[in-house]
């Protein structure tokens, strides 16, 4: 980790559907931090679903909308923010968040994310006649980007409860308070 960095929050980047959202909220309750969600505070700002905004507006102003949220994050403090999962593909954001979070990344194998987003529908860049290849697409594109953050975590062979406790223990070491097993 880049040294002279003041640890304020966590953020939780990686694709979707790799649990950013429930372990930010667990990680967030242990922590006695608060928990901020990047698609709930742009859907809070554009009065509007993420996805009727790539609808009506497009991604490249889903993509602005990201950029504004994410200059918001630098006044936050103790709290647990999980991310959209492009959000990290702007190297200014990665860069923005690495002033004041410890960049964790989730990690999952294209069939794991599958089978977590399978029934779910809120997700527009899914919305496509093969969405496993999709996955596979867009994750290989993003690697390089998810690679870039402080710690990256996978998921596959862990439980919810166990990816939790690794993503605190990383925190905590991080921030110079190593929790004792
Ligand atoms: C996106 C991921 C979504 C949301 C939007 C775009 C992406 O967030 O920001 O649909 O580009 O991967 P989740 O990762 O929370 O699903």
Redesign the pocket.
């Known amino acids: 980790m880049t040294s002279g960095r003041v640890i304020h929050n966590l953020a939780l980047v990686?694709?979707?559907?790799?649990g950013?959202?429930s372990v930010g909220q667990l990680v967030a309750a242990q922590l006695h931090f608060r928990f901020a969600?990047?698609?709930e505070l742009?859907e809070a700002r554009a009065g509007k679903t993420?996805?009727a905004i790539?609808t009506g507006e497009g991604e490249p102003q889903?993509r602005e909308y990201?950029r504004a949220v994410v200059d918001e994050l630098k006044n936050f403090h103790r709290t647990v923010v999980?991310?959209?999962?492009?959000?990290v593909?702007s190297e200014e954001n990665l860069n923005s968040l690495k002033t004041h979070a410890l960049v964790i990344c989730l990690w999952a194998a294209p069939e794991t994310i599958w089978e977590r987003?399978r029934n779910q529908t809120?997700?527009?860049?899914l919305q496509a006649s093969d969405p496993l290849a999709k996955i596979r697409q867009?994750l290989a594109e993003?690697e390089p980007f998810y690679r870039r953050a402080d710690v990256l975590v996978s998921t596959d062979l862990r439980s919810l409860k166990e990816v939790v406790h690794h993503v605190i223990h990383q925190f905590r070491l991080a921030r110079g308070h190593p929790s004792h097993p």
Do not use: N, Q, Y
Not at 14 to 18: E, I, Q
Not at 82 to 87: D, E, H, I, K, N
Not at 122 to 125: F, V
């Open positions: 990686g694709f979707m559907g790799t950013k959202s969600d990047t698609d742009i993420i996805s790539f889903f990201e999980a991310t959209g999962g492009g959000l593909t987003v809120h997700r527009p860049l867009l993003r």
